[in-house]
Nanobody
Framework: QVQLVESGGGLVQAGGSLRLSCAAS????????MGWFRQAPGKEREFVAA????????FYGDSVKGRFTISRDNAKNTLYLQMNSLKPADTDVYYC??????????????????WGQGTQVTVSS
């Protein structure tokens, strides 16, 4: 049974930083493309960042480029999202997601098969 558990969310002032973690179990983590998405109440889930399984290639949503960094530690089965220069517009619930085994990197939420429960990030002005 695949489990993805996010942590690291919280309240931060604008301009501050947070690092989210996603602990994965029940899958061969090193062989799965991983992604971060976010969602505000009443809005669609938005792509934030993704990282490939085979070559570590990364891809970012336009609104976070240059501020967020996605990374992975395959030895620890953990995905990270380093968020710098946070803005109030970054306030959302952040979700970790995994694609099926050996599928390539994607920004499309419907191409992800496994999801975590989410962690709240709130940025105050």
């Amino acid at each position: 049974q695949v489990q993805l558990v996010e942590s690291g969310g919280g309240l931060v002032q604008a301009g501050g930083s947070l690092r989210l973690s996603c602990a994965a179990s029940g899958l061969t983590f090193s062989s799965h493309a991983m992604g971060w998405f976010r969602q505000a109440p009443g809005k669609e889930r938005e792509f934030v960042a993704a990282i490939n399984w085979s070559n570590g290639v990364t891809f970012y949503g336009d609104s976070v480029k240059g501020r967020f960094t996605i990374s992975r530690d395959n030895a620890k089965n953990t995905l990270y999202l380093q968020m710098n220069s946070l803005k109030p517009a970054d306030t959302d619930v952040y979700y970790c997601a995994a694609r099926r085994l050996r599928m390539q990197i994607s920004s499309r939420r419907f191409e992800y098969d496994y999801w975590g429960q989410g962690t709240q990030v709130t940025v105050s002005s």
